[in-house]
């Protein structure tokens, strides 16, 4: 854990010293980045990997990832979503957005004797706000996931940097 979170703050450092500027989100802008989540039903924290397309200068699409560190051996939770967002404020410092998409969680346990799992598919809605500090922007996202079986309200927050 201690090094996924090394590997995060050194790659924050990185993007806030990066020469180019952010400004606000236009057509054609693609923005990556990555942060931590935390998944209130499972209790978990985990690495978030996100990157969006700026299809008109108030819609995006994008996809991310968010691998749960779970404890005990041979877990692993993960989900992958496609999301969309509709942005209601998109000035030069602070972007406020909706959220919605697909969402898919998925679950295994190895035992030793073999392995099982599931997955599920459902709908994520959310929100999130970007505040630009020149060369990235720090997010923040509360979603939830309308998933039958393993649904759950998270929280992610990271930092984005603007290719």
């Known amino acids: 854990m201690k090094k996924v979170l090394s590997i995060a703050v050194l790659f924050a450092l990185a993007m806030m010293f990066s020469t180019s500027a952010n400004a606000q989100n236009a057509e054609g802008d693609i923005v990556a980045g990555g942060g931590l989540g935390f998944g209130f039903d499972i209790e978990e924290i985990g690495l978030n990997l996100n990157g969006y397309y700026s299809i008109t200068d108030e ?13 005990g051996d041979g877990v ?12 209601f404020i998109n000035d030069e ?8 998409g697909i969402h898919r969680f998925n679950v295994s346990v190895d035992t030793g004797f073999g392995s099982f799992g599931g997955s599920q598919t459902g709908l994520m809605i959310g929100g999130g706000v970007e505040y630009d500090l020149g060369a990235v922007s720090l997010y923040g996202e509360p979603r939830i996931s309308l998933v039958s079986a393993w649904g759950q309200l998270s929280l992610t927050a990271g930092v984005r940097y603007k290719f």
């Open 93 to 100: 410092e602070l972007r406020v957005y909706a959220l919605a």
């Open 76 to 87: 692993s939770f993960w989900e992958l979503n496609l999301l969309g967002n509709y942005l």
């Open 59 to 71: 819609i995006r699409a994008g996809a991310d990832i968010l691998y749960y560190f779970v404890d």
